[in-house]
């Protein structure tokens, strides 16, 4: 299989197709938009030669008319790179950075890397709080670094956060043997500039597997948060790192408050993933239909005297979706009003 070259001159196959074959043809697996089409032999094998370097339209073995005809259809469904790194998808921006030359872990060190994270991420964050409650820390105000130590509190400890967030997601998936990692880069959204990879963990089975995939990053932010207090109450004042104690306490909230937003049931948010990987996805659009209910004082009654208490029970579980969705402004608003307070304080 020739080497896939997004930088090429021409178009080539998707990294985030996977193809594997089934008794009715060959299923190509996007793991950019989550569907799954069916190929033709002759159709895969086109895919597959798209490297990048190849003139789609002057594939060997094949005719002018199928190579139109294949590349039109591949390009329709998404299977087909031409954009080289930068790709608008759904409003988002995404720039691809690294594209690993194996999808899947060839050695058992993520699955080391990931049972360190679940079993230490929680206790050291713990710790941490633990060793800042006890311990009387004083944080310079007047020190020669102040709005440094601001600066690099905020901006670095969110970069850290974000790559470090993502970091713990492959880890996760590469833990497991049917899990794949697929590229990685930064992106944004809107306005909000952030990072990303691209994993698929379709073929994950187990619940609580593919659950801890999408809370590794949560795991990370927090491990970070917990290892960054651990160092601010041992560092000594006078040293080159107790001038820092300011940007670490920054850095623990910025990593924190990256938690509580990702672990929030908003749409595409690691929370959401979460739920519907243990639950199922029918559970969690249940409960978001459910919500339109409670606007109506006739839709209400009709929903009760149709559901009764299994209506009460799901309008409960609706609104612990639709707090989360509040508490994300509210986190964003949080975030403003740090930045805004440590620097002109």
Not at 117 to 138: A, K, N
């Amino acid at each position: 299989m020739p080497k896939i070259n997004i930088d090429g001159r021409y178009p080539c196959k998707a990294n985030w197709v996977i193809l594997k074959s089934t008794k009715n043809g060959i299923a190509a697996r996007n793991c950019l938009n989550q569907e799954t089409v069916k190929l033709t032999d002759r159709q895969a094998k086109y895919l597959m030669r798209l490297d990048g370097n190849r003139n789609p339209c002057k594939i060997k073995g094949f005719t002018k008319q199928e190579c139109e005809e294949y590349y039109d259809y591949l390009d329709s469904e998404v299977l087909i790179r031409d954009e080289g790194r930068t790709l608008h998808a759904d409003g988002i921006m995404l720039h691809t950075v690294y594209i690993p030359e194996r999808k899947y872990a060839g050695t058992i060190i993520p699955k080391i890397l990931n049972s360190l994270l679940w079993l230490t991420f929680l206790p050291v964050f713990l710790y941490g709080l633990f060793r800042i409650s006890r311990y009387d820390i004083e944080f310079g105000m007047n020190c020669n670094y102040f709005f440094a130590n601001v600066i690099t509190g905020i901006v670095g400890g969110l970069l850290l956060g974000m790559i470090l967030h993502e970091v713990g997601h492959a880890i996760a998936c590469l833990a497991n043997i049917k899990g794949a990692f697929l590229e990685a880069g930064f992106m944004i959204r809107g306005i909000l500039p952030g990072a990303y990879v691209m994993i698929d963990a379709t073929d994950v089975t187990n619940r609580r597997k593919k659950a801890q995939i999408y809370l590794a990053g949560i795991e990370v932010n927090l491990l970070l948060s917990g290892l960054l207090m651990i160092l601010m109450t041992s560092v000594r004042e006078n040293s080159f790192l107790g001038e820092w104690k300011i940007a670490m306490l920054y850095a623990v909230v910025q990593n924190v408050i990256l938690a509580l937003i990702n672990i929030s049931l908003v749409e595409n948010f690691d929370g959401e993933h979460t739920m519907r990987a243990l639950f199922g996805g029918s559970i969690v659009d249940a409960a978001k239909a459910n919500l339109k209910q409670m606007f109506s004082a006739k839709k209400r009654r009709n929903y009760f005297r149709k559901n009764g208490i299994n209506g009460i029970a799901n309008i409960c579980t609706s609104m612990v979706v639709l707090v989360f969705q509040i508490f994300i402004p509210l986190l964003i608003l949080a975030e403003i009003s740090i930045f805004v307070g440590g620097v002109f304080s």
